[in-house]
């Protein structure tokens, strides 16, 4: 379903898709087969429709980088050490030698329906927005369980488009609606979920790696909470197609082998 057209042309960016072997709930889940192919290959698929003029895999696992070179993908080979995709793709971009301004879109390697069009909005987001460092996307949230739920991540941001704050926490919270026992979200709150698709330039990247953990960023679980503590803007604009949900569990992988059925 299109939510919006998006008027501003794609720039010139790449797509970095950081695949870790070693998933927590769903160990060597980027070879998980889908319908035929492997999930990194779906979503490689996927990032080539849109406008990048370069597709890599990031990851640390040789049987990822094999499966990937199999199907004629390119992949670069990054650190087991890293504690974040963000940490992974700055090292992609010093591999690859990027530029400065280089815009990078990190599309997670678990989401084989990511739109192509959506990679595009956030590229060219960051683009036209030279007052933020980072761009990303959200979608509306309508019902009051999603909003209760912190594995759900909330954003609140200005009229001008860039971030607040992103929690876990229903963010912002209707105290006198729900202090009342209000049992549906009240009309004109039109909370965001935050939709993890981020485009960044290069250069700030090899910022987010020199500055330490934020306090905010530890307590929260939300790496992006560390651009906000230094400073950095974040824009934020609502995606033009809807985002289907990823690949966390074996359900999932379930739910998205039917879809593709």
């Not at 990031?58 to 049987?63: H, I, K």
């Not at 087991?80 to 990027?98: I, M, N, Y």
């Not at 200005?158 to 105290?175: H, M, N, T």
């Amino acid at each position: 379903m299109t939510r919006k057209s998006s008027t501003v042309s794609a720039p010139s960016f790449d797509v970095i898709i950081p695949a870790r072997y070693a998933s927590s709930r769903l160990p060597g889940k980027p070879l998980a087969e889908i319908a035929g192919k492997s999930m990194v290959q779906r979503v490689y698929e996927r990032a080539l429709e849109s406008a990048a003029d370069r597709v890599v895999v990031a990851t640390d696992d040789e049987r990822v980088a094999e499966a990937v070179t199999g199907f004629g993908g390119k992949v670069c080979m990054t650190s087991a050490e890293h504690a974040s995709g963000t940490d992974r793709l700055q090292e992609v971009a010093q591999q690859l030698g990027l530029a400065d301004d280089r815009i990078l879109v990190n599309v997670q390697g678990d989401e084989p329906l990511i739109p192509p069009a959506v990679i595009n909005q956030v590229a060219a987001n960051l683009a036209a927005n030279s007052d933020a460092g980072v761009a990303t996307l959200a979608e509306p949230i309508e019902s009051v369980e999603d909003f209760l739920n912190p594995n759900i991540v909330k954003v609140v941001r200005e009229v001008s488009g860039l971030a607040r704050y992103f929690s876990r926490a229903p963010i912002p919270w209707p105290r006198d609606a729900f202090a009342e026992g209000q049992g549906a979200l009240p009309e004109g709150l039109n909370p965001r979920r935050h939709i993890g698709i981020y485009a960044y330039r290069a250069a700030l990247l090899n910022l987010f790696v020199a500055w330490p953990m934020a306090p905010i960023e530890q307590f929260e679980a939300l790496e992006q909470l560390r651009f906000l503590y230094n400073g950095h803007a974040i824009h934020v604009d609502d995606a033009c197609e809807v985002v289907p949900g990823g690949v966390d569990t074996e359900q999932d992988l379930a739910r998205m082998r039917a879809l593709f059925a």
